[in-house]
C-alpha cells in the first residue's frame, strides 16, 4: 500500500577481583555499644519533590576507589574509601559544582570493609561502617553531606550477604523470632553477581523484616540514595537464582515506610527483558557494565566507554521521570587521570546528556582541569540531560559515523553528530532524517555559538572519536513523502522472508524472516528526479542487526540496525540511497546472517 504524507561483554577485571574480596572476609560482629551513634532516631519529616524526577547529578567514589592512577588507592586496590575522602570531595563538590546541579555524594562498596575487605555486621546481620575506614561511623558522614546542601548516597550487595548469616542465628531486628535462617533458602543458594550473598526467599514474612531493617537503619543515618548491586537477571547471571526482582520489590516497599525519601538504584547491565519490573520498584538501572578499566587511569576508550553507544539505543523508551537509564560515571573532568582525549571526553558527555542518563562523575573534583570543568559545566548541555524531552535516538544506522537526535517540545531538536572512527571524518546530519526540509538555525551547544541557517543539512568535520551538539530549529517546511509498506503484495520477498502481523508497525504487518538470504525487494518505489534520497526505514529488532539495503541493481553497503529493545516496538534511521527518476527498487538482503525486521519505507517525494 502506498500513501503520501506532508509530514555480552566480559566483566572487568575488579568485578572478579571483587567476589573475591567480598566472598573471601570473615565475618565480625558489633556489640551495640560501638553502633551507638548509628542508632540515631529518623529524620524529621519534611516535603520533598517526587523522587528522580530528572536525572540525578553529582559524585560517585567507586571510580578512584578501582584505579591503579599513581597515589589514589595507596594503603591497597580500593583503599581509596574513607571518610577524610569523601568529606573533600563533598566540599569540593559544594564549592565546584553544586551550582550546576551536583548535589548527590555516593559511597560505593567497601563502607562495611576493612582495607582487606573483611566485612562487618552489627548484632542484627546489618553492614556496620569499618571503624578505620569511617571513624565517626555513617550518620556523621550524611549529616557533612547535608551541612553542604548536598544529598547522600550509599551502597550494598543484593541478598543476606554470607558474612552475615552468623550460622542462621543472628536475630532480626524489629522482628520477633525471626533470624537469618528463616530469611533465607534452606539449601543456601547464592545470588547476585558474585554468589557473594544467600539468596532472600520472600515466601517467609521475615525476608521482607531483614529488608526493611536495613531501610531504616539507611533512613535514620540520613541517606538519600541506596545503589543495590549484583542484581539480576543481570549482572550477567540469569536463572532463578540470580532472579531479584522479589529484591528490588521488597526494597521499594521497605523504603516507603522508612521515613525518608531514597532514591534506589541498581546496577548492573540489568536485563531489558525486566524493564518494565526496574521501572516499576526503582529509580534507575544500569543498562551496562561498569564503565571503569581498572587500570592506570579512571578509564579508557575501549574499555568501556565506547560500549554505550551500541547498548543505550535498546533502552531509550524505557525512561521517564521517576526511573532513568543509567550509563554510569562520567569520568571527564581531568584528561591525564581520566586517559581520554579532549575529543573523547565531549563525546562522552554529549551521550549521557543526550541518553538522559545520570550525570555522576567519578573524577577527583579537588583536581579538575579547565576542559573538563568547561564540560561539567556547560548548563547548555546540562539542559539537554535534565529538559522533558524524549530520550534520543540514532537516526542513521550505528556505524563509525553516527546521528542522534530527539524532537524538543518547543518544536525543535536536539541534534548529535559522532565520528566514532580512529581517524577524522566527516557527519552529516539531513533535515529529512527528522522530517523536515529547508533552512533551520543551528546552535553549537558546546562552543556556545549560534551558527546560523543550514539549508537542508549541517556536515561537520570531526576529530577521531570526536562529536558536535546541536539545537536545531526549523524555519523550512514539512518533507512531503510516500510510504512504501514491507508488505505490499507488489513487493518481492526470497528465502524464508515472509509476512508477520506486528502490532507496533504501520498497517499491523512487517516482513520478517530476513536471514540466511532472505531478502525483500520493495517494488516500484517512484520519484520525480535523480538524486540521493534520505529515505526513512522502520523496523523491529529485538538487539542490533546488519543489513544490506541497494537501491535497483546498484553496490549494497551493510548496515547496523541498532535495537529497538524487543521484538514489539518499532523505530527508524535513514539511509541515503540513489533514486533515478521514476520507477526503483530498493531491497534489504540479510546476507548469511540475521536482518532486522522490516515495516515500511519513506521516501522523500523529492531532493
Known amino acids: 500500500m502506498r500513501s503520501s504524507s506532508y509530514s555480552v561483554l566480559p566483566t572487568r577485571a575488579l568485578r572478579a577481583m571483587v567476589v573475591l574480596a567480598l566472598t573471601a572476609g570473615i565475618a565480625t560482629t558489633v556489640p551495640a555499644a560501638h553502633a551507638g551513634p548509628q542508632a540515631a532516631g529518623p529524620a524529621p519529616a519534611k516535603a520533598a519533590p517526587a523522587v528522580a524526577a530528572k536525572p540525578y547529578m553529582g559524585w560517585s567514589s567507586w571510580s578512584m576507589q578501582s584505579s591503579k592512577y599513581p597515589g589514589l588507592n595507596p594503603d591497597g586496590d580500593y583503599s581509596y574509601l574513607t571518610e577524610a575522602n569523601v568529606l573533600k570531595q563533598t566540599d569540593a563538590l559544594a564549592a565546584k559544582l553544586k551550582k550546576y546541579g551536583y548535589d548527590h555524594v555516593n559511597i560505593d562498596a567497601g563502607w562495611w570493609m576493612d582495607k582487606s575487605w573483611k566485612t562487618g555486621f552489627d548484632q542484627y546481620g546489618r553492614q556496620t561502617p569499618d571503624p578505620v575506614r569511617f571513624p565517626h561511623g555513617m550518620k556523621s558522614v550524611a549529616d557533612h553531606i547535608h551541612s553542604k546542601g548536598l544529598k547522600a548516597g550509599i551502597y550494598l550487595p543484593v541478598g543476606l550477604e554470607k558474612g552475615a548469616y552468623g550460622d542462621g542465628k543472628v536475630p532480626v531486628w524489629n522482628a520477633p523470632g525471626c533470624t ?114 581498572y587500570c592506570n587511569t579512571l578509564v579508557t576508550w575501549e574499555n568501556s566507554v565506547n560500549d554505550r553507544w551500541d547498548d543505550a539505543p535498546a533502552w531509550s523508551r524505557k525512561a521517564g521521570p521517576g526511573g532513568w537509564n543509567d550509563l554510569d560515571a562520567i569520568d571527564v573532568g581531568n584528561g591525564e587521570m581520566d586517559g581520554l582525549t579532549k575529543a573523547e571526553r565531549q563525546s562522552y558527555m554529549t551521550l549521557w546528556a543526550i541518553n538522559k542518563s545520570p550525570l555522576f562523575t567519578g573524577d577527583d573534583l579537588t583536581r579538575l582541569d579547565s576542559y573538563g570543568v568547561s564540560l561539567l559545566t556547560n548548563k547548555e548541555v546540562i539542559a539537554v540531560d535534565q529538559n522533558d524531552s524524549p530520550v534520543a535516538r540514532p537516526v542513521t544506522p550505528v556505524g563509525d559515523q553516527q546521528v542522534w537526535g530527539t524532537k524538543n517540545p518547543d518544536g525543535s531538536y536536539t541534534v548529535a553528530l559522532f565520528n566514532l572512527g580512529d581517524a577524522p571524518a566527516s557527519v552529516t546530519a539531513d533535515w529529512a532524517s527528522f522530517g523536515f526540509t529547508g533552512n533551520a538555525s543551528v546552535r553549537d551547544l558546546w562552543n556556545k555559538a549560534n551558527l546560523g541557517t543550514h539549508k537542508n543539512r549541517i556536515t561537520e568535520a570531526l576529530p577521531a572519536h570526536g562529536s558536535r551538539l546541536f539545537t536545531v530549529k526549523p524555519a523550512g517546511g514539512t518533507l512531503a513523502t510516500t510510504a512504501y509498506e514491507a508488505e505490499d503484495t507488489a513487493n518481492t520477498l526470497t528465502g524464508n522472508a515472509s509476512v508477520a502481523g506486528c502490532d507496533a508497525c504501520s498497517g499491523g504487518k512487517k516482513v520478517g524472516n530476513l536471514y540466511t538470504g532472505g531478502k525483500l525487494r520493495i517494488n516500484d518505489v517512484t520519484v520525480k528526479k535523480d538524486g540521493i534520497y534520505t529515505v526513512k526505514v522502520a523496523y523491529v529488532s529485538g538487539d542490533p542487526r546488519s543489513v544490506t539495503v541497494l537501491s535497483n541493481s546498484g553496490n549494497g553497503t551493510s548496515l547496523k540496525f541498532p535495537s529497538t529493545g524487543d521484538w514489539g516496538t518499532a523505530e527508524t534511521v535513514s539511509v541515503q540511497l540513489a533514486l533515478k527518476a521514476g520507477s526503483n527498487s530498493i531491497t534489504f538482503d540479510s546476507g548469511s546472517g540475521y536482518a532486522p525486521d522490516i515495516d515500511r519505507i519513506v521516501v522523500p517525494q523529492t531532493v
Open 180 to 293: 537469618t535462617a528463616d530469611i533465607v533458602y534452606p539449601d543456601l543458594r547464592t545470588t547476585n553477581g558474585w554468589d557473594n550473598a544467600y539468596k532472600l526467599d520472600f515466601a517467609d514474612a521475615c525476608a521482607q523484616k531483614y529488608i526493611d531493617s536495613q531501610a531504616k537503619q539507611f533512613a535514620d543515618w540520613g541517606y538519600d540514595f541506596l545503589k543495590l548491586d549484583g542484581v539480576g537477571p543481570g549482572s550477567f547471571k540469569s536463572g532463578d537464582n540470580y532472579d531479584n526482582v522479589p529484591d528490588v520489590a521488597a526494597w521499594q516497599k521497605a523504603i516507603a515506610t522508612a521515613g525518608r525519601p531514597i532514591h534506589l538504584e541498581l546496577s548492573w547491565s540489568l536485563d531489558i527483558g525486566h524493564a518494565a519490573d526496574w521501572k516499576k520498584y526503582s529509580n534507575g538501572w544500569r543498562i551496562d557494565t561498569d564503565v571503569e578499566c
